[in-house]
């Protein structure tokens, strides 16, 4: 396996078909990734995507007696193994921090999720990490007004599950240009409302220059503006995760990507503090 580092986040690194372990910058340490689209395929082609040869579609089928196997064999490494020697991780990142179900697409558009989300309450139950470490679904938030995501999030909440929904635009012309959909702001609130009534939910937002240019000032001020329109239809967030460009795109037209200053972060940080959101920014 190779060394953990933030700036990699290969869902192969273990070896397996649905398990992987990761440095996240936002869980600040050791995160295990289930990966639901080992297929490549999302519904959504954000220009930063960092998933190799994605293409447009769902999650497959899952095979759930090998994800049961894969999950409950790197806990036993990382529990009773070298597996933090080995990788150099500091005694400070020696701890499992979350569970997180992300991977290489929209991880809502696997048919099993709710038969996913069952299994990995009885076997973290069984090694007494249920309720100790964070359970985090990473989400474009697209598909959370569908019936059967709607029963996996209810379950999800109550193992202490949280969302975090991405919203890295908040006009239909920045959302066309970096995440390559249609779609509109109210669209997308009608989705973190159907999110945010099941589980605790944190926006998630990816800062990037377009072709050198950072956020306009227009882009900037309608993201607040989402975010205060959330807070006043009653919709409760969690709060606020922002963050750059950490590793390489892989998608057409990457080019065109860069990171944006510290400073354009910071910005975006002030914005949702300024409502009295927990916000935390990652460079």
């Known amino acids: ?26 869980s600040g340490g050791l995160s295990i990734g289930i990966n639901l689209n080992p297929n490549n395929a ?10 190799p040869d994605l293409q447009r579609g769902l999650g497959p089928l899952i095979d759930l007696e090998r994800l049961d196997v894969e999950l409950r064999s790197l806990l036993e490494e990382i529990a ?10 500091p005694e400070d990142q020696r701890a499992i921090r979350d569970i997180a179900l992300s991977g290489n ?15 990995i309450g009885r076997i973290l139950a069984e090694y007494d990490l249920l309720g100790n470490i964070k359970l985090v ?21 109550e ?16 959302m066309a240009a970096i995440n390559l959909i249609q779609m509109t702001p ?50 409760e967030l969690a709060g606020v995760l922002i963050y750059g460009l950490a590793r390489t795109p892989l998608q057409p037209g ?16 002030d914005a949702a503090r300024g409502l009295g959101l927990e916000t935390q920014v990652h460079l």
């Open 254 to 269: 990457a080019e065109d990507i860069s990171p944006v200053t510290p400073e354009v972060l910071e910005a975006y940080g």
């Open 42 to 51: 999302c519904n959504w082609a954000c220009r930063y995507c960092q998933v």
């Open 159 to 174: 193992l202490g599950g949280e969302i975090w929904f991405k919203l890295d635009s908040a006009t239909t012309e920045g």
């Open 137 to 157: 679904l990473i989400s474009n938030g697209s598909l959370m007004r569908r019936d059967k995501v709607q029963q996996a999030l209810a379950h999800w909440g």
């Open 80 to 89: 009773s193994g070298d597996f933090f020697e080995r990788h150099g991780l």
């Open 105 to 119: 697409g929209e991880p809502t558009s696997s048919k099993e999720l709710p038969e996913v989300i069952a299994l």
């Open 186 to 235: 109210q669209t997308v609130l009608e989705n973190l409302k159907a999110a945010a009534t099941l589980c605790p939910t944190f926006i998630q937002t990816c800062v990037v220059a377009i072709r050198g240019e950072a956020p306009s000032a227009r882009e900037q001020v309608a993201y607040r503006d989402f975010l205060q329109r959330a807070l006043d239809e009653g919709i």
């Open 1 to 26: 396996m190779p060394p953990l580092t933030i700036s990699d986040h290969r869902r192969d690194s273990a070896g397996l078909l649905y398990v992987y372990p990761v440095l996240s910058r936002r």
